[in-house]
């Protein structure tokens, strides 16, 4: 530590007199935007206005075509409030849902509370994406904030200006109001917008439900070994590492809609991660830990048990990033020869994190100091903290959707197994978490060779030699598909690139059906690949793409053999699935 600030102290004293003061303006701007706006919410906003003022040509173009539009809804209003037709000057765009309703257009009065909002909306919008002189990344954490606070002062969000909900209170003689503040209340103790009926669903009882045991447990993972439903399967395991961000059974949510069954089912082995949801006390466990003690412990437990020398492994999300890490790793810990696993899938994952699509908002260096500040009070970060970021990132569809339907209309909540789940959070150690924030995705220190050091080796995305196949997700907003791409320019095997049409959730949980309700692209993608030029001659298919990775997984997996129990004498249930991690709370 002493040697560290020696260097710093050595290298701030070879810089000029000039640079030396930048740096120190640099620091106590990022002190004080910690202190006053830890996560940036006004910081940008101003600089939007300023940015404007100073550039007062600009502002008077935009302001000249803004009164054009202006008086386009001025006609249309004038048109409505006589009884003439008109078409709407402006209009939702595509997958806002909150004026479908006919009364916003057949009502006058109502559609001129939505034209008025939505123009509004949309000037603000347009001038803050067009700001001169601000960077990008200021620019879409001030749209980012704006839309928000947009969002939430929508018509539709309040009582007396939602004909909907007006029109239902009438219809029940206030019975959908009375419901509405039980619903409210209810979701004011849960400390949420709850997305779906808690009480709809259970762990083990209607969710992952796939018979198993657990076969192995530490501190930080439990191992959850299936039964087989074939009489063969193939000899090399498939061992899922899933995200520690939340719970495994997005992989196996029920029979119709488990990729853990799926895989059973086309005669394969498999095991899974179901990561310990860690308390204060675990405040110290690492990065290094996840890798050692979470991932290498389950592809060991995976290897003893099946008699096998490799493994399969997938990676998905953070497990991805974690799986990605982890072949690095090994690579160097037992060479090529000697490496556990011998081919690998990634699930919309993340290795650079240059732009790592909409969380980018709450990702700079004051709002990391900020986050790493409560995690370091409390000894984690609160899985519920989480949730509400990547929900502030479609506030529209995720929390003010809810809101009315639950509220305003007094409807019951829907019991849909998607959303119980994404409202079944865990927490993450704030050691483990502080690390990944600043290291990836901060500095973004994944990619460059060696730059980090994981369980004692230097870690270079490079000396991957295994094949690897790959999904992402077209409508994917928190691992945008261009992005998760550039895994290709790294790892030097052959390579297998899918696109699947969907975002980061439905993209992956994804099973065939007739007719088929998805897409996908698929093709070989090469080190020098562009994300453009692979698009281009990717073959587009009608399903899923489980199917085709079927075709590329089966023959990698060894002959078939006699299936293998769940447990046997020497490796022992120490709970049947889904286990006992699944349920900490």
């Given at each position: 530590?002493?040697?560290?600030?020696?260097?710093?102290?050595?290298?701030?004293?070879?810089?000029?007199?000039?640079?030396?003061?930048?740096?120190?303006?640099?620091?106590?701007?990022?002190?004080?935007?910690?202190?006053?706006?830890?996560?940036?919410?006004?910081?940008?906003?101003?600089?939007?206005?300023?940015?404007?003022?100073?550039?007062?040509?600009?502002?008077?173009?935009?302001?000249?075509?803004?009164?054009?539009?202006?008086?386009?809804?001025?006609?249309?209003?004038?048109?409505?409030?006589?009884?003439?037709?008109?078409?709407?000057?402006?209009?939702?765009?595509?997958?806002?849902?909150?004026?479908?309703?006919?009364?916003?257009?057949?009502?006058?009065?109502?559609?001129?509370?939505?034209?008025?909002?939505?123009?509004?909306?949309?000037?603000?919008?347009?001038?803050?994406?067009?700001?001169?002189?601000?960077?990008?990344?200021?620019?879409?954490?001030?749209?980012?904030?704006?839309?928000?606070?947009?969002?939430?002062?929508?018509?539709?969000?309040?009582?007396?200006?939602?004909?909907?909900?007006?029109?239902?209170?009438?219809?029940?003689?206030?019975?959908?109001?009375?419901?509405?503040?039980?619903?409210?209340?209810?979701?004011?103790?849960?400390?949420?917008?709850?997305?779906?009926?808690?009480?709809?669903?259970?762990?083990?009882?209607?969710?992952?439900?796939?018979?198993?045991?657990?076969?192995?447990?530490?501190?930080?993972?439990?191992?959850?070994?299936?039964?087989?439903?074939?009489?063969?399967?193939?000899?090399?395991?498939?061992?899922?590492?899933?995200?520690?961000?939340?719970?495994?059974?997005?992989?196996?949510?029920?029979?119709?809609k488990s990729m853990v069954r799926y895989l059973?089912?086309?005669?394969?082995?498999?095991?899974?991660?179901?990561?310990?949801?860690?308390?204060?006390?675990?405040?110290?466990?690492?990065?290094?830990?996840?890798?050692?003690?979470?991932?290498?412990?389950?592809?060991?437990?995976?290897?003893?048990?099946?008699?096998?020398?490799?493994?399969?492994?997938?990676?998905?999300?953070?497990?991805?990033?974690?799986?990605?890490?982890?072949?690095?790793?090994?690579?160097?810990?037992?060479?090529?020869?000697?490496?556990?696993?011998a081919d690998w899938t990634l699930l919309t994952?993340?290795?650079?994190?240059?732009?790592?699509?909409?969380?980018?908002?709450?990702?700079?260096?004051?709002?990391?100091?900020?986050?790493?500040?409560?995690?370091?009070?409390?000894?984690?970060?609160?899985?519920?903290?989480?949730?509400?970021?990547?929900?502030?990132?479609?506030?529209?569809?995720?929390?003010?959707?809810?809101?009315?339907?639950?509220?305003?209309?007094?409807?019951?909540?829907?019991?849909?197994?998607?959303?119980?789940?994404?409202?079944?959070?865990?927490?993450?150690?704030?050691?483990?978490?502080?690390?990944?924030?600043?290291?990836?995705?901060?500095?973004?220190?994944?990619?460059?060779?060696?730059?980090?050091?994981?369980?004692?080796?230097?870690?270079?995305?490079?000396?991957?030699?295994?094949?690897?196949?790959?999904?992402?997700?077209?409508?994917?907003?928190?691992?945008?598909?261009?992005?998760?791409?550039?895994?290709?320019?790294?790892?030097?095997?052959?390579?297998?690139?899918?696109?699947?049409?969907?975002?980061?959730?439905?993209?992956?949980?994804?099973?065939?059906?007739?007719?088929?309700?998805?897409?996908?692209?698929?093709?070989?993608?090469?080190?020098?690949?562009?994300?453009?030029?692979?698009?281009?001659?990717?073959?587009?298919?009608?399903?899923?793409?489980?199917?085709?990775?079927?075709?590329?997984?089966?023959?990698?997996?060894?002959?078939?053999?006699?299936?293998?129990?769940?447990?046997?004498?020497?490796?022992?249930?120490?709970?049947?699935?889904?286990?006992?991690y699944v349920h900490e709370h």
């Amino acid at each position: 530590m002493n040697t560290r600030r020696r260097t710093d102290a050595g290298a701030n004293h070879k810089l000029a007199p000039v640079q030396v003061a930048d740096q120190a303006l640099r620091q106590l701007h990022v002190q004080w935007e910690s202190m006053v706006d830890p996560m940036g919410v006004f910081a940008p906003l101003v600089h939007a206005q300023l940015g404007w003022w100073s550039h007062p040509q600009e502002l008077a173009e935009s302001m000249v075509g803004f009164s054009g539009h202006l008086w386009a809804l001025q006609w249309h209003s004038l048109r409505r409030m006589i009884g003439a037709p008109s078409v709407d000057p402006v209009r939702p765009h595509e997958g806002d849902t909150r004026f479908d309703d006919p009364v916003w257009h057949d009502s006058a009065t109502w559609d001129l509370v939505k034209s008025w909002y939505l123009m509004t909306t949309r000037h603000t919008q347009d001038m803050l994406y067009s700001t001169p002189g601000l960077s990008n990344a200021e620019r879409r954490r001030a749209a980012f904030w704006w839309r928000n606070w947009l969002n939430a002062v929508a018509p539709t969000n309040f009582l007396m200006t939602n004909p909907v909900a007006l029109r239902k209170a009438a219809e029940t003689l206030g019975g959908s109001l009375h419901a509405g503040y039980r619903n409210f209340i209810d979701d004011m103790q849960a400390g949420m917008v709850r997305m779906s009926d808690p009480d709809g669903f259970k762990v083990g009882g209607n969710l992952a439900t796939t018979p198993g045991e657990v076969v192995f447990r530490n501190a930080l993972v439990e191992v959850i070994h299936y039964a087989p439903t074939r009489g063969r399967v193939r000899a090399r395991p498939v061992v899922i590492i899933t995200p520690w961000i939340n719970k495994f059974y997005i992989l196996d949510l029920n029979e119709r809609k488990s990729m853990v069954r799926y895989l059973l089912d086309q005669g394969l082995d498999v095991y899974i991660t179901s990561w310990k949801n860690p308390s204060a006390d675990q405040r110290e466990v690492s990065f290094d830990d996840y890798i050692v003690d979470g991932v290498h412990a389950t592809i060991e437990a995976a290897r003893t048990q099946s008699g096998q020398a490799t493994v399969h492994a997938v990676g998905y999300c953070i497990g991805g990033t974690a799986l990605s890490t982890y072949m690095a790793w090994a690579n160097r810990r037992f060479g090529a020869e000697a490496m556990p696993v011998a081919d690998w899938t990634l699930l919309t994952t993340l290795v650079d994190f240059r732009k790592p699509g909409d969380i980018e908002v709450f990702v700079d260096e004051a709002s990391v100091n900020f986050i790493t500040t409560g995690m370091a009070r409390k000894g984690y970060l609160d899985g519920g903290q989480m949730a509400s970021a990547f929900r502030l990132l479609r506030s529209n569809s995720l929390i003010w959707h809810f809101a009315v339907q639950s509220w305003l209309y007094g409807e019951k909540l829907p019991a849909f197994d998607v959303l119980f789940w994404n409202m079944d959070t865990t927490r993450m150690p704030y050691r483990m978490h502080a690390w990944y924030l600043r290291e990836l995705y901060l500095h973004n220190r994944l990619i460059e060779p060696n730059a980090l050091t994981v369980a004692g080796e230097p870690i270079d995305l490079n000396q991957i030699a295994q094949p690897l196949y790959v999904v992402s997700a077209e409508d994917d907003h928190i691992a945008p598909w261009q992005q998760t791409f550039r895994i290709i320019h790294f790892v030097t095997a052959e390579k297998r690139f899918v696109l699947s049409s969907s975002g980061h959730i439905l993209g992956i949980v994804n099973p065939p059906t007739k007719p088929a309700k998805r897409r996908y692209w698929a093709e070989t993608a090469h080190r020098a690949d562009r994300w453009e030029a692979w698009r281009e001659r990717a073959t587009s298919t009608d399903g899923s793409w489980w199917e085709d990775w079927m075709r590329w997984l089966k023959p990698r997996s060894g002959a078939l053999v006699r299936a293998r129990p769940a447990v046997d004498a020497e490796h022992p249930s120490l709970a049947p699935a889904p286990g006992v991690y699944v349920h900490e709370h």
